[in-house]
């Protein structure tokens, strides 16, 4: 066997068996172990070789069998020894020819040194093999343990509701990644989806949205009813499946805002306030009343049930984004202020939370919470700070005491956009994966030596506003960025190093995640068109990029990029990368051909008011980035006028609303007009995807465009953008 030390820098990364997340410490030695029909699973943890033995007969069909004698050559030992001094998450992988032999001090080192193995694999041993595989497993001896014991995904299954069945193949994908923290975040606005005995209309009326439900439609849900929950029975077996998995799930309820769901449903634990303020996420009527007693006792109520159904010791009760104005107009809240000497509406939410995290200790569990639960007091030191808000916040929560997870939003939430043009929010950050691998969840956060333990790790979070598509588009935004979290929160950071992590993907992991039945995110090709050529650089060694000529979409019959195309056309060209011909990366055009967009001085004439944050007056500075916000929903009969100063030639006019590239707040219902005369209108198309398309006949100028509303839109607001003019 070859010491590491012995190996340079570069060998080292040839010969790294593109493991993900990168062990500490990896020996190569010489040959293979072969797995055959003979070969045995010694084991001390019953529940470990029936997973392991699982996934090898499902995918090589060898029917490897458990029993057998460590001793005996061709065998797989996962050995436990409570006594041994390796770290409770680590393990000793030794492969030689004769046998596997994992040592670890519990099982769930034994289960890690199990992922191990199976990346040592082909990567069809996670499913779909092809039949020609050699099943055999390359001499080693890894040493291994993680950086943090936190290791996180989070899952918003209130705005999007996931189905059982995606719920455990998600945890599966994570135990794979060596991740073991998932938290549920199971209420929100949009949706209570966790089963509570003592109030069941939760469940029968918060878990709805749609016509004639207690929740509106949201989010894409449209005239349909939508939505679903979880009962009780339902989660005790996910967390049992979980923890076979060395998955802690954490049950996230939140409150005292984002609580749409349950004050449409009981409508005496809101406020009692004239005017409703309106919540960041466009909601209104979502904040739990901190001055009425009897919310505590519902309150209470609640937290007994989910305390008894999750072993795991933390509750998190969110605490994110209130708008405590709601407070301040609120009799009961101001008769509470009043009785406590309270200044400013943080104290409320402060009170509030230190009720809750009496309620929660009570119950023999930690309290958890987004960053804000610290403002306005303080609770007590064993509370858990979710950190989201800024990069300075680790360092706030440790500095008083608190243990804290990073789930930073600029880092990482995976409903974040991975480059400008695709499906995602950008409000926190544009977010490739190398901005994903590039923190250093201590260091960057500039957290004292003194204070390192209290940093239990990072999560990465996918909030589901976007998601109203199928299931691949969370795993297109998950993977692989979950991948590169994976490493940031298992492998020590002098390991770390993004273009070795790039190569290890790009070479194997990618199969790997296919394999496991992931629809990645694969990266778009660059073009750019220089000397009447469209140069193509592809993002992968083994991208397959294809392309069109006449406008439409690249489809896996498109021409394959194979060298430069020479062209007088560019703007004709639309190229995208493919997986295996089954899945694709987005669109694009040759970087360098924008188009000209005639820019018309226009007046805005409409039935909808001013918004001072987002003003009307950003939809006609031709800035593409601004918008404006309307400040309520749109309804039948609502029109948006942009009438032109000078008549304007052109050949196609856009007209797109929602948020510039994110799919939010756009016009559902409704058509567009357009006048050459400035007084006659003809209807043009209906918007679909939130745009519409005018394209005016031969050598005619255009006066005018308008917006036609014809039904009530799907959110609190509308979103509406400058005129595109070619
Ligand atoms: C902020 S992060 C939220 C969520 C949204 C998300 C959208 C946090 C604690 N609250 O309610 O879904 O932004 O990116």
């Known amino acids: 066997m070859l010491s590491p030390a012995l190996l340079s820098a570069r060998e080292q ?10 062990p500490q410490k990896v020996e190569i030695g010489e040959g293979v172990f072969k797995l055959n029909s003979a070969t045995a699973i010694v084991s001390d943890d019953s529940f470990n070789a029936k997973y392991l033995a699982g996934i090898l007969n499902g995918s090589t069909g060898l029917g490897i069998r458990e029993g057998g004698n460590k001793e005996e050559s061709n065998t797989i030992t996962l050995s436990i020894n409570p006594e041994s001094d390796i770290p409770q998450e680590g393990y000793l992988l030794s492969v030689t020819p004769e046998k596997i032999v994992v040592e670890s001090s519990t099982s769930k080192g034994s289960f890690y040194a199990i992922q191990t193995l ?9 499913g779909n093999p092809t039949g020609d595989e050699k099943w055999e497993v390359p001499c080693v001896r890894i040493e291994d343990s993680p950086r943090f014991p ?13 189905s059982l069945d995606y719920i455990y193949r998600f945890l599966d994908w994570m135990a794979y990644h060596k991740l073991n923290v998932f938290q549920w975040h199971i209420t929100d606005d949009n949706g209570w989806r966790i089963e509570i005995k003592k109030y069941p209309e939760l469940t029968e009326k918060g878990a709805w949205r749609g016509p004639g ?17 979880y009962t009780q029975k339902e989660i005790k077996e996910v967390i049992e499946y979980a923890a076979k998995r060395n998955i802690e799930i954490i049950p996230e309820i939140d409150m005292p805002g984002h609580s749409k769901a349950v004050i449409s449903t009981y409508p005496q634990t809101g406020c009692d306030n004239k005017t409703h303020f309106i919540s960041i996420n466009g909601e209104v009527k979502n904040v739990w009343c901190v001055g009425n007693e009897e919310n505590y006792k519902m309150l209470d109520n609640i937290i007994k049930e989910v305390a008894a159904l999750f072993p795991s010791k933390i509750i998190h009760v969110g605490g994110d984004e209130v708008n405590m104005d709601n ?35 009570k119950y023999g569990k930690t309290m958890a919470g987004w960053d804000e639960i610290l403002d306005g007091g303080t609770l007590d030191p064993s509370t858990r700070i979710y950190s989201w808000r800024s990069v300075r916040k680790p360092l706030e929560a440790v500095e008083r005491g608190h243990q804290t997870v990073l789930q930073l939003s600029e880092y990482y939430y995976f409903d974040m956009k991975q480059s400008p043009a695709e499906r995602g929010h950008n409000w926190a950050a544009i977010i490739p994966i ?33 998601l109203n598509k199928p299931s691949r588009f969370s795993e297109y935004q998950y993977y692989p960025r979950t991948c590169a979290l994976a490493e940031t ?12 992590f790039q190569t290890r993907l790009e070479k194997t992991h990618f199969e790997r995640l296919f394999h496991m039945g992931i629809a990645f995110r694969v990266e778009a090709p660059g073009v750019i068109y220089k000397g009447n050529r469209l140069v193509v650089t592809l993002p992968y060694d083994w991208a397959v990029v294809r392309y069109t000529t006449d406008g439409s979409e690249p489809s896996c019959t498109s021409n394959i990029y194979t060298g430069d195309i020479v062209t007088f056309e560019p703007e004709k060209f639309r190229f995208a990368t493919f997986y295996k011909d089954l899945f694709k990366s987005i669109t694009v055009t040759a970087d360098n051909i924008v188009p000209d967009y005639i820019k018309p001085e226009t007046v805005i004439e409409t039935s909808f008011g001013e918004q001072r944050s987002f003003p009307k007056s950003n939809i006609t500075d031709y800035n593409f980035n601004t918008y404006w916000r309307t400040e309520r929903t749109g309804v039948e009969g609502d029109y948006v006028t942009y009438l032109f100063k000078e008549p304007v030639k052109c050949s196609r006019i856009t007209v797109n609303t929602s948020i510039p590239d994110i799919d939010l707040y756009g016009v559902t219902d409704g058509y567009v007009e357009y006048t050459y005369n400035g007084t006659d209108w003809i209807r043009g198309d209906d918007f679909a995807d939130n745009s519409a398309v005018i394209v005016p006949q031969d050598g005619k100028e255009i006066k005018g465009v308008k917006i036609v509303f014809t039904d009530t839109t799907d959110a609190l607001c509308v979103a509406l953008q400058d005129l595109k003019i070619e």
């Open 434 to 466: 190398e901005r994903v691998y590039s923190l250093d969840p201590v260091e960057s956060c500039n957290i004292p030596e003194n204070r390192k333990e209290l940093v239990l790790g990072a999560q990465g979070a996918l909030w589901a506003e976007l």
């Open 13 to 22: 990364t040839r010969h790294s068996l593109d493991l993900i997340p990168k």
């Open 213 to 229: 439900e207690v929740l509106p439609s949201a989010y894409g849900s449209g005239n349909k009813r939508y939505g679903g929950f």
């Open 150 to 162: 936190h290791r996180g995904l989070m899952m918003d299954v209130s705005r999007t509701f996931f």
């Open 489 to 500: 929160v298992w492998t020590n950071q002098e390991l770390r190093d993004f273009n070795d």
């Open 118 to 126: 199976l990346q040592l694999l082909p990567p069809s041993v996670y």
């Open 327 to 361: 407070w301040k107009e609120c009799s009961k809240c101001r008769a509470l202020m009043k009785k406590m000497k309270m200044e400013n509406p943080a104290e409320l939410q402060n009170y509030f939370m230190q009720k809750v995290e009496a309620i929660i200790n």
